[in-house]
């Protein structure tokens, strides 16, 4: 009987470990991650810096191009702000991820916007996940204050 409790623990823990994959709105060429938005009311990311000022954050959906995408597992991401400024984008809760081939795509992200202070430890970490090498990793030596992104869903268009 115990032998069959532990069995039936194990493929319960099993079954709840679901990898399912997105879903695809075949007409449309739309591809959903995290929780169900849509495409209505969003604002140009180039908009981004404009809507922060004077603000901590802001509750905000927005729309542009993904320029780099985390290539260990597409954990965050990156948003062209215009002006050589970018935006990195996580997941809220770190529950979904998008494509690793996402970089050039249009998306829509919906979440809180802020400014936020990245450590050195963290900097790295994040080269490392972009592919950089030991010598671009070793140059990163000081913080950064750069726009972030938590979202909590993301519409990939898949064109």
């Known amino acids: 009987m115990k032998h069959l409790l532990s069995l039936f623990c194990a493929v319960l823990v099993l079954a709840s470990c679901n990898n399912s994959k997105p879903e ?4 449309s060429g739309l591809l959903y991650f995290g929780d169900s938005i849509t495409t209505d009311g969003a604002t140009e990311a180039t908009q981004l810096i404009s809507l922060l000022e004077a603000k901590d954050s802001i509750p905000v959906k927005l729309s542009g ?3 780099n995408v985390c290539q260990k597992k597409g954990c965050w991401m990156k948003m062209d702000l215009g002006n050589n400024q970018s935006l ?3 997941f809220k809760d770190y529950a979904f991820f998008v ?3 996402a970089g050039g795509k249009e998306v829509i992200v919906e979440g809180y916007a802020y ?16 592919g950089s090498t030991k010598e671009e990793i070793e140059k990163i030596t000081e913080p950064e204050v750069e726009f972030s992104f938590e ?3 993301v519409i990939l ?3």
Request: proline share 3%.
């Open 157 to 159: 268009k898949n064109e």
């Open 99 to 101: 494509p690793k081939d």
């Open 24 to 27: 695809e709105k075949k007409e």
């Open 115 to 130: 400014n936020d202070t990245i450590s050195v430890e963290e900097l790295k970490h994040y080269a490392e996940d972009a």
């Open 65 to 67: 191009k993904i320029t």
């Open 151 to 153: 979202a909590n869903g």
């Open 88 to 90: 990195r984008v996580t």
